[in-house]
């Protein structure tokens, strides 16, 4: 397995993936990890939407697009973001079923929609760039976030229902980014400017129990869309 392309997995209900296969390998639980290793950089779009995986995913250190609608309207729930740099594109994990995106990561472009009517996500660390329009509009759980010094514009409605009650940003970026905030649509009366927290801790067993993983070889050197 080299390639992950374009609507690989969409629309799957897999008990579990795992590569290579041998007589050895058991196929894991859907209530496991979903790992993309170092080496992956693009994951096509529609890769994964759709699917009914109740699963954690776990993003390469190399990431660096993850294209259009791949996790939409899936079952995934949690994301950790340990990717030096990467984008996120539109409708990349909107009105799906994600709780957290966390990690030491950096989010250096969120497209429009991106996490449109997520509404389960709590919490999002490691927001730089420029966040596009709608890009959190519906995620009626969302109340913390984390935007870097590297924030240079939020879109339009970007956070359109959120209960925001806690950002975190860098020191002595608070006016700044409370200013874009405010442009964008935002009650900044009710949010709380703190200290910049860069990883809020990813828990991957989430108390769901067993965390058997579901595994992509070290092989797979590039998700593109064909």
């Not at 970007?158 to 009650?165: E, H, N, R, T």
Request: aromatic fraction near 8%; proline fraction near 3%.
């Amino acid at each position: 397995l080299t390639r992950i392309g374009k609507e690989a997995f969409r629309g799957c209900y897999l008990d579990g993936l795992e590569y290579p296969l041998s007589s050895s390998t058991s196929i894991p639980g859907k209530d496991g990890v979903l790992r993309i290793p170092d080496g992956v950089v693009y994951i096509g779009d529609f890769a994964f939407a759709s699917n009914e995986w109740s699963i954690d995913v776990e993003m390469s250190k190399s990431m660096s697009r993850i294209g259009d609608s791949v996790f939409y309207n899936s079952s995934i729930k949690r994301v950790n973001w340990n990717v030096a740099e990467a984008e996120i594109g539109t409708n990349a994990f909107a009105k799906s079923q994600i709780r957290q995106l966390s990690g030491p990561g950096v989010i250096k472009k969120i497209e429009p929609f991106g996490f449109q009517d997520c509404t389960l996500l709590n919490s999002v660390a490691g927001i730089s760039g420029s966040i596009g329009a709608s890009a959190f509009s519906g995620c009626t759980a969302l109340t913390e976030v984390t935007l870097r010094s590297g924030v240079k514009s939020i879109g339009k409605d970007a956070f359109l229902g959120c209960p925001l009650s806690a950002v975190h940003v860098d020191s002595g970026d608070k006016d700044r980014i409370k200013s874009l905030l405010k442009s964008s649509g935002c009650d900044v009366s009710k949010i709380t400017f703190v200290g910049p927290i860069y990883a809020i801790e990813f828990d991957a067993n989430g108390g769901s129990g067993s965390m058997d993983a579901q595994t992509f070889s070290t092989g797979v050197s590039q998700a593109v869309n064909e």
